[in-house]
């Protein structure tokens, strides 16, 4: 089964403190690349977390977002007196400064930096969550493995469909290879007897040098070549690792070919098939870009 390298997955567990929450999001990338964004209490996580995702998750661009809800409850909010004290004189002699009537707010000073605060109770309870901090992390990946292996299996109805007008262009190359190698013989033939009949040259030495050079347009060699990497790509379409650079590579290989057979047959008919092999190549491998 082919897996896409784009998907999204959401996991959360619930601790005493509240709830932790783990978004994947992947994108196609050359190699494989993990990010993982959390809050300062749970960097002592980090190396983990990228462990675990590089075990579910072996090619692509991927960031990890970590988030605690609501985990400021597990604290206790304390008011800094003295600094609240010193802000309220502060602001105050800005008011009489400028003459100004109403008084100072409660809000206001509230609202002052570290006059309220909470207490280090949350981080405490954070060190106690590794569990649950794994139990959202697998429910993410899994999200984004299911969401990965259904585009996969879509990217793989694909790729048989075009393997399938590859395989009628491929049949018409075929069937017209001998004709082409037939033709150009015949030609050259003519042409050689013209050009030496003066010369008096035997002829079965025009008969052989007719043989070596029509030999220089014949694509049986390519077109068995040709066969073998389609016949590795389909197989490695059924392959349950991931299976991108293979194909990639494959292609590359299957491009390289149908350039040869092309520039080999100078021919009209089988000069149109390659072209439509080249389109549909191209297709192709867009879509193999996305494959992990």
């Known amino acids: 089964m ?21 978004e994947l999001r992947c994108v196609n990338h050359r190699y494989g690349e993990i990010s993982v964004k959390l809050p300062r209490v749970l960097m002592p996580f980090e190396n983990e977390i990228k462990k675990r995702v590089a075990e579910k998750l072996n090619r692509g661009k991927i960031d990890v977002f970590i988030q605690l809800e609501s985990a400021a409850q597990a604290g206790v909010p304390t008011a ?3 600094l609240a004290r010193g802000y309220h004189r502060a602001l105050t002699s800005i ?9 100072v707010d409660l809000a206001l000073i509230a609202s002052q930096r570290d006059v309220i605060t909470v207490s280090a109770e949350a981080e405490a309870a954070i060190e106690e969550i590794p569990a649950e901090l794994v139990e959202a992390l697998e429910a993410g990946l899994a999200r984004v493995d299911q969401m990965r292996s259904f585009e996969g299996e879509s990217l793989r109805a694909d790729f048989r469909k075009r393997r399938e007008t590859l395989a009628e262009l491929i ?18 033939k003519e042409r050689i007897q013209a050009l030496t009949q003066e010369s008096g040259l035997p002829e079965d030495r025009v008969a052989l ?23 590795q790509f ?13 194909l990639d590579f494959l292609l590359q ?40």
Do not use: F, W
């Not at 082919?2 to 783990?22: C, D, F, L, N, P």
């Open 234 to 246: 389909d197989e490695t379409l059924e392959r349950s690792e991931p299976v991108g650079r293979k």
């Open 253 to 292: 290989e299957i491009n390289r070919e149908v350039n040869t057979i092309g520039s080999k047959a100078n021919d009209a008919e089988i000069a149109a098939c390659v072209v439509e092999l080249k389109g549909e190549l191209e297709k192709i491998r867009e879509q193999v870009q996305n494959v992990e």
């Open 80 to 82: 800094n007196l003295p």
């Open 95 to 103: 008011r009489e400064a400028l003459g100004l009537e109403e008084e």
């Open 209 to 231: 040098e007719v043989a070596l050079l029509a030999d220089k347009c014949d694509i049986t060699e390519e077109l068995v070549r040709l066969e073998s990497h389609l016949r």
């Open 171 to 188: 049949a018409r190359v075929e069937k017209r290879a001998p004709s082409v190698v037939a033709e150009y013989a015949a030609k050259l």
């Open 2 to 22: 082919i897996k896409s390298m784009t998907g999204y997955g959401k996991g959360e567990a619930a601790y005493a403190g509240g709830r932790i929450v783990v």
